[in-house]
């Protein structure tokens, strides 16, 4: 594996990569006991510096989520840039924000899996621009005004038709109640479900401050930052 050059050395930006690797290291392997192999660490890098991709990579792990698709394709380009190697063969891009129709065909090529498809326009053109994607269906099951997601009883509709366009839909997507363990449980149990009952195998669920309730409610992919590489810089 070739290492990504940071220009400005392990404390670029004031990040510690040494110290970052170290902490996915160690919750990778907490998650492995806890839920008996089934949950995976998504170490979350929005926001930050290139320094923490870098630490992903250190780390031995394959997989990283970005929210924003100007960030994820420069990033994307600079790994690529540094080692020679590109896409897949570099790292799955995780694409975890809230998805604009029109940044799409950009993207296309580049992101490994869509976690965020909540309607059905947005299911067409990634058939039309990535045929054969790998997407999950995001799902609201927490009903509050300005997120993502789709309501719990169109996700059904949504799986089918993304399976109709030859998408490879492999599960769902979703963020519990902010500061409600209860609620947030609640949701996590019925996406989990949901996912069940539709033989879908993927269930991202857990951010830094539910992913213990997350491991507990079945999740497969916790999406983590804060965690693992300390509060983000506020841009
Ligand atoms: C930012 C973000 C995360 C990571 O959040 P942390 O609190 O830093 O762990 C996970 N999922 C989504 C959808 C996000 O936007």
């Keep these: 594996m070739g290492r990504v050059v940071v220009s400005g ?18 919750l990778a392997e907490h998650l492995a006991e806890r839920s008996g192999g089934q949950t995976r660490l998504l170490p979350v890098t ?9 630490a992903v990579r250190l780390a031995g792990l394959s997989e990283v989520g970005e929210n924003y698709a100007q960030e994820l394709l420069a990033k994307a380009a ?14 799955d891009w995780h694409f975890i924000g809230r998805l604009q129709r029109n940044k799409v065909r950009r993207l296309a090529g580049v992101v490994a899996l869509w976690q965020t498809i909540d309607r059905s326009e947005l299911l067409d053109e990634v058939a039309r621009r990535d045929p054969g994607a790998r997407v999950l269906v995001q799902v609201d099951a927490v009903g509050l005004p300005g997120r ?29 109640a902010p500061g409600d363990e209860d609620a947030t ?22 951010m830094t401050d539910d992913l213990g309730i997350a491991v507990d409610c079945g999740s497969t992919l916790v999406r983590v930052g804060r965690a693992l590489f300390g509060e983000r810089p506020v841009p």
Excluded: Y
Aim: glycine content about 16%.
């Design 78 to 91: 600079a790994v690529e840039e540094a080692t020679g190697e590109a896409g897949a063969d570099s790292l």
């Design 9 to 26: 050395g392990p404390d670029d930006a004031g990040l510690d990569v040494a110290a970052a690797v170290d902490r996915i290291l160690s």
């Design 185 to 206: 449980g609640r949701v996590f149990r019925t996406v989990a479900g949901l996912a069940d009952q539709l033989s879908l195998p993927e269930v991202s669920m857990g």
């Design 148 to 176: 993502g997601g789709c309501p719990v009883g169109e996700v059904e509709d949504l799986v089918a038709h993304g399976v109709e366009l030859g998408l490879d839909v492999r599960g769902l997507m979703t963020v519990g």
């Design 46 to 54: 929005k926001a930050l510096p290139l320094a923490a991709v870098e």
